[in-house]
């Protein structure tokens, strides 16, 4: 891993998953978990403040970037459950099946090299009853704009560590054995357009 994805990534990508659209976001899906969470991506902890206290045990936070931890700590220290860190790929996850009761995807599916094989392993891990809980930009539905995320995409990937601008993230997890329970859509304003498109909702093991 190079200077960029050690050193400036990790600040680049905490700074745009801070934005005030994206924070709203994450307010309206996060209260959605309980029990044992699996944190898919927590980079530097921007969920933990949205976790109600009242229904979560404890969250394993499965990130590649140890940077993204390390900023992360003062969000850790301000929760009152405990909060494991465990780096590794979302491919392959080293949990027990069966064993957490949430899966949280916040802004994370769109930057995992292989996301089916990210979502066979949410799956195994779950529990038979566990929900995914998922936040994430996907591809647009205007003609337009979905046009010109293909164009930008190879730059953004390089720019933002892999993220895709253009998944279709809702094919993604209902491909990977999922069936939505809930589901919302729209584009988050003050935010450029081709970032724009946020899906958002919980979803059961078929």
């Known amino acids: 891993m190079g200077f960029y994805d ?25 209260p959605k978990v309980k029990g044992r969470v699996l944190e898919i991506g927590m980079g530097a902890g921007h969920n933990l403040p949205y976790y109600d206290f009242n229904q979560v045990d404890s969250v394993i936070g ?21 909060v494991e860190f465990m780096p590794g790929s979302a491919e392959d996850v080293p949990l027990e099946a069966n064993s957490v009761d949430s899966v949280l ?9 292989h996301p089916d094989r990210a979502l066979a392993e949410a799956r195994r891990v779950l529990k038979p009853e566990g929900k995914l809980v998922f936040c994430e930009h ?17 730059i953004w990937k390089r720019l933002f ?5 253009n998944r279709d ?5 209902e491909s990977g054995g999922f069936i939505m329970d809930e589901v919302d859509r729209m584009y988050l304003p003050n935010t450029p357009r081709i970032a ?11």
């Open 169 to 173: 993230i809702a094919g993604l997890i």
């Open 105 to 113: 995807l916040t802004f994370s599916l769109c930057t995992i090299p």
């Open 138 to 154: 996907a591809q647009a539905p205007d003609e337009n704009v979905a046009r010109w995320q293909e164009r930008i995409n190879p």
């Open 62 to 82: 499965l990130d590649p970037c140890e940077t993204s931890w390390e900023l992360a700590q003062p969000r850790v220290r301000a929760v009152p459950f405990e």
């Open 6 to 30: 050690r050193h400036i990534l990790p600040r680049l990508v905490t700074c745009c998953c801070g934005t005030k659209p994206v924070l709203k976001q994450r307010a309206k899906v996060v």
């Open 196 to 206: 724009a498109f946020n899906i958002w909702g919980c979803a059961s093991a078929s």
């Open 161 to 165: 560590g892999g993220c895709h601008l």
